[in-house]
């Protein structure tokens, strides 16, 4: 099982990036999909996770932030708009034990995560 996040980089504030957690070793379908974020001297944060027809986001991040699945390129996607810099931060992906719902936040119900990949918003 593993994960590959990849589409950080540095963007203005206002800007627009896509991230992509690309799954092998196992079928994405069937499985929930979270992305947490950690920037320097905070805790991890989630950020969205993607469940079998349900999606959920954060507060901070909800009406800026969408998630969605390609099954077909066993491949999730977060397009974010609207970057802020407080959305500075390296970002995972990673596979729920189980499907979840009310504890979609909580990084001990993730099993197998990815490298993350580093977003930077700044003038």
């Known amino acids: 099982v593993q994960l590959q996040a990849s589409g950080g980089g540095l963007v203005q504030p206002g800007g627009s990036l896509r991230l992509s957690c690309a799954a092998s070793?196992?079928?994405?379908?069937?499985?929930?999909i979270g992305w947490f974020r950690q920037a320097p001297g905070k805790e991890r944060e989630a950020v969205s996770y993607?469940?079998?027809?349900?999606?959920f986001y954060a507060d901070s991040v909800k009406g800026r932030f969408t998630i969605s699945r390609d099954n077909a390129k066993n491949t999730v996607y977060l397009q974010m708009n609207s970057l802020k810099p407080e959305d500075t931060a390296v970002y995972y992906c990673?596979?729920?034990?189980?499907?979840?719902?009310?504890?979609?936040?909580?990084?001990?119900?993730?099993?197998?995560w990815g490298q993350g990949t580093l977003v930077t918003v700044s003038s």
């Open positions: 993607i469940n079998v027809g349900r999606k």
């Open positions: 070793g196992f079928a994405l379908d069937g499985y929930g």
């Open positions: 990673a596979r729920a034990a189980r499907l979840l719902s009310s504890l979609w936040r909580a990084p001990p119900n993730y099993h197998y």
